[in-house]
């Protein structure tokens, strides 16, 4: 990915807040779209990198620090069997929006096992972009996490 913007332009910071983790080390390259995506949109962007359903202990000192800094919106990158995404949006009440990537194998392989157990997920609040869809992810949480911003600065320009 690359930016190309005049020396003079400069980003206008919105207030919106996303936060990003990802499953594994694999996926960071997924998330690093998502995150100049948010960025270049004006948000502020949180991330926490490898921090999977393999060593569950690693997501809990990350989410604490998302929970306080209130983020608007949590974009969660995961391969594999993409368990991620449904075990974080059963604990917190930040939208979550899903992103499969195309890590894996076997007869799940290359992002639809991720995507499928993504579509199925049972807890509430995760939306699902494609297979690999970082810059997708980032667009809409930005989206979000811009909105959110929005009235909150509208809120508290009435006090």
Known sequence: MVIIQKKSFEVKKSGGKVAILTAGTS???IAEE????AEEMGCEVMTAYDVGV???HRVFSPLKEIIEKDADVLIVITGREGALPSLISGIIDIPVIAVP????Y???GKGVGALMAMLQACSLGI???NIDGGVA???VASLIANRMAKFRRAE???S
């Open 137 to 139: 992810a980032g667009a």
């Open 156 to 158: 508290s320009d009435k």
């Open 127 to 129: 939306a699902i972009v």
């Open 27 to 29: 996926d960071i390259p």
């Open 54 to 56: 393999a060593g569950i």
């Open 34 to 37: 998502a995150r100049i995506i």
């Open 106 to 108: 076997g007869s799940g």
């Open 101 to 104: 990537t195309s890590i894996g």
